[in-house]
Nanobody, 123 residues
Framework: QVQLVESGGGLVQAGGSLRLSCAGS????????MGWFRQAPGKVREFVAA????????SYADFAKGRFTISRDNAKNTVDLQMDSLKPEDTAVYYC????????WGTGGYDYWGQGTQVTVSS
């Protein structure tokens, strides 16, 4: 059974940093695009960042560019999201996700999802 478990969320002051991590189990994701999404209260879930299976290609939402960095470790079956210069509007539940089909790039159409980790940024 495929499982994704996020960790690293918490409460941080504006301007601070957090590093989220997502560990996969049940299968290896070394050939799959992985990504991060977030959902704030009362809002739809939105794309944050994605990384290709090799790590050679990344994509970021406009709000994440220059502040967030996505990375992966295929040996550990993990994907991380380093978030710097956090703002109150970054407050949301953050989810990691994986595309089921191998070697398919995209910022949407993800099949496997974690349960989410709460990030709260105070002003």
């Amino acid at each position: 059974q495929v499982q994704l478990v996020e960790s690293g969320g918490g409460l941080v002051q504006a301007g601070g940093s957090l590093r989220l991590s997502c560990a996969g189990s049940g299968r290896t994701f070394s050939s799959n695009t992985m990504g991060w999404f977030r959902q704030a209260p009362g809002k739809v879930r939105e794309f944050v960042a994605a990384i290709s299976w090799s790590g050679g290609t990344t994509s970021y939402a406009d709000f994440a560019k220059g502040r967030f960095t996505i990375s992966r470790d295929n040996a550990k079956n993990t994907v991380d999201l380093q978030m710097d210069s956090l703002k109150p509007e970054d407050t949301a539940v953050y989810y990691c996700a994986v595309r089921k089909l191998a070697a398919v790039w995209g910022t949407g159409g993800y099949d496997y999802w974690g349960q989410g980790t709460q990030v709260t940024v105070s002003s």
